[in-house]
């Protein structure tokens, strides 16, 4: 039997929190979006793999993000009036790290790393992970996504 949710909770909230916070810019939709992972945590606790954590908890972290920015742009559109809809130019389209070959760690530490240019270091004190860690995850998920646009090219 793993950890209880409560020890969940307390290793990884703060992490979830922090990362919510930097892809949305605001504490009370950040708090939300943390919530909310947790709580799709306890509806699937039996298929989640609590080795993948917090990359799978990133992750729906961050589906909330582009969901609460679609509302938002949606929201925008209808409030201004206007008929065709806003097309807002993406800083980052995450198709690439959509790759089915990627876990879920793998994809938080590309996006941590690569779409918010954090270090190692800042990378590991949101996660949890060691630095070593990190770069083995980068160091494969890059080989991954390389063999994989290798094969398609």
Known sequence: MGPSFEEIYA?????VFRFAFRLVGR?????DI??????????HRDRVDVSRLPGWLFTVARNRAMDYWRRRALETRFAAGLEEPIQPEPAFEPKLFE???????HR??????YVHGMT???ISQQTGLSETQIKGYLQYARQLLRAAFTKTS
């Open 34 to 43: 943390t919530s909310e992972a947790f709580l799709e945590l306890v509806e």
């Open 27 to 31: 504490r009370d939709v950040a708090e």
């Open 99 to 105: 790759h089915k070959a990627l876990r879920p760690v």
């Open 11 to 15: 290793r990884h909230a703060d992490a």
């Open 120 to 122: 190692l270091s800042e």
């Open 108 to 113: 938080a530490c590309l996006l941590l790393r």
